[in-house]
């Protein structure tokens, strides 16, 4: 089996697409093992998580740095430090800054509960439901320096019934983020997705 990839995720709440992720690479499933999980939350969920399978879990406070950037720069230490191949971003409700997207271009993913790029931000589910909208969805994307800008790398449609509310697609939604985003952590493990501008290619196994 290929060497597994370390896996740093960023989290801000109760870290259940972390647990998801986690269990995907328990399992094998997926190559890649999560080493470090950082959180902006003191009491979030998503740390007590990461200790009951053994990794290591961080708290950074954002209060204790004089701006954005020097908090930024203790982000990208701390995972240097771990040798963190691939950051991922589970309910992580902070913008990363700019400095920390170069510093793992190519190398953090997001995951949001629509089909970017529509209804991007922290509401999207409410915001596609009070849109109107028949079909919503799950999206998992590169990070870039924009607000769920960044290349696409898996989507899945999930359909609104007429009586939904928010908590109950988001339910369904749910369900489906807990399927792909491991899905495409795989991809990347396996050396299989390339980044051509805006597109990202998932490439068959032993593709260059």
């Known amino acids: ?53 053994g990794i290591k879990a961080v708290f950074i406070d954002k209060d204790n740095f004089e701006s954005r950037k020097d908090y930024d720069g203790e982000l990208i230490s701390i995972l240097r430090d771990n040798q963190v191949d691939l950051v991922v971003l589970a309910g992580y409700m902070l913008l990363v800054g700019s400095e920390f997207v170069r510093a793992f271009k190519g190398r953090t993913m997001n995951i949001h509960p629509a089909l970017l790029p529509s209804f991007p931000g922290t509401h999207g589910v409410k915001d596609a439901l009070d849109y109107g909208v028949k079909i919503s969805g799950v999206t998992v994307h590169f990070v870039d320096e924009g607000l769920d800008t960044g290349p696409i790398i898996l989507q899945e449609a999930v359909a609104v019934m007429e009586n939904d509310t928010v908590e109950s697609l988001h339910n369904r939604i749910h369900q489906v983020e807990y399927r792909i985003y491991p899905a495409a952590i795989k991809f990347f493990a396996e050396g299989r997705l390339k980044i051509e501008g805006r597109k990202v290619r998932i490439l068959e196994k032993g593709e260059n």
């Open 1 to 53: 089996m290929s060497k597994k990839i370390k896996l740093g995720v960023l989290a801000s709440g109760s870290g259940t697409n972390l647990q998801a992720i986690i269990d995907a690479c328990e399992s094998g499933e997926v190559s890649a093992e999560a080493v470090l999980v950082v959180s902006n939350v003191s009491d979030a969920y998503s740390l007590e998580r990461a200790k009951k399978h």
